[in-house]
């Protein structure tokens, strides 16, 4: 609850009367001025002016309860990083070249497009130059977000460490002045240290402007840009505040290849299209934006006029800032154009926020609730029972069992007969092919050669035999076919 909750509604309508008094004041307070002082209206007038607008503004702000304006400060600061913060969380990128830098500022306050951004480079990490150039033309990121595709060492800690990402981008919204002028801070830290100095990576010069100097760093050579890793506890000195460590990216490099705290490694070959339109206006403490060259990169899509770079909600999509003021400033730019595109699709917000929540207090939480608690619990629980268990589970036992046991009966019947007969044709077609290969003879016909055999061996048997020609005669001489012949005979008749 906060603190303006126990007040009445003349106090709250004080402070929002403070509130737009200041801008008024402003406002028509430089106007009046201005026409005052070209009207050659002596000073003495301007000052009565003066005071009379800033006793109304204590007027008013002394109906103000002391405790609804120091919650209302106290919430603001509470967002905002303190020094200590700003040094820690900058550390490790404070000696970036300036381009490079200016681009991690922009960039970060679109966390989503980096995250985006970094796993598409990931899995295009061969695309260089006028290729990657080609391949980004059709992603609707921010021109920093594109811009950083060319270093994935850089956009890939980004996506990593997002809370990291997401914290420096609040800061350089709510609080730009302090954030460039801390990385101004730690590099003269660094240059008192004797770690900041030129070499075939980068050219370090100083700048004086008003009687303040800047240090500026840019790349020894404008198409190849180094990023250095370094250690901050070395290359800054010893560490000032003990209790706000400095954030340390050393890209997996190992501790023993850094000198003097630095580890430079290979240089990225930068393509025009997409480098050169972002530089940091220390001074100003600002982004200075090449106008032609940022529409280049964001062709067919919003362009810009203004050479000083300018937050575009667009691609911040759902994160929330962190500031109030920031999200009072960039949240209505949202809801503008959320409006604006409802009304270009016909839609009439006002109308149907009203119907729909007359819908959800009438139907949604009555009707449906009853509705939900009667049949979803009684009538489908019974219906679920008394279906399920019972009807569908005896049509289950009666077809499966009855007529599936039957069907199963009659199919193995049926099937089984003219496995049978089918078989037993085989049988006789192999029987009547194998007889006929064998010549065999049926019994009868083998009994009845038989017995005409045995009869013909026993009519033979009872016939005498005749003396075949070729024996000897009685008188002892081998005879020829006459009987007591003297001389061989020709033989007997052969049988």
Known sequence: MCACDGFNSRELRAVQLQMAYRDLVKVMGTAMISKLAYRGVSVGAIACVAVWAAGYLLAVESLVPAPVRAEAQAKNSSTLLSKEQLDQMLAPIALYPDDLLSNVFMASTYPLEVVEAARW??????LKGNDLTKALESKDWDPSVKSLTQFPEVLQSMSDKLDWTQKLGDAFLAQPDDV????????KKADEAGSLK????QKVTKKTTDSKEYIIIEPASPQVVYVPAYNPTVVYGSWWYPSYPPYYWNYGYPASSFVSGFFWGAGFAVANNLWGW??????????????????????NRTQITSNTWKHDP????????????????YGKLNDQRRDARDQFRGR??????EKVKERLDSVDRDKVKDKAQSIDRDKVADKAQSVDRDKIKDKAKDVDRGKAAEKMKSVDKSQAKERVSSSGKAKQAASKKGSSALNVKPAQTVKKQSNRGNASLKSAASHPRPASG????????????????????????RR
């Open 278 to 299: 972002g530089h940091c206006d220390w001074y100003h403490h600002n982004v200075d934006i090449d106008v032609n060259r940022y529409n280049n990169i964001n062709v």
């Open 121 to 126: 480079r990931k899995s295009n990490s061969k």
């Open 198 to 201: 030129s070499n075939k990576q």
């Open 314 to 329: 667009k691609h911040r999509g759902p994160v929330p800032y962190r500031n109030p003021q920031t999200r009072e400033q």
């Open 470 to 493: 070729g024996g000897r005669a009685a008188g002892g001489h081998p005879g020829g076919g006459h009987v007591g012949g003297g001389h061989r005979g020709g033989g007997g008749r």
């Open 180 to 187: 460039m002028a801390e990385v101004q801070f730690l590099r």
């Open 348 to 353: 009439d917000g006002s109308v149907d926020q």
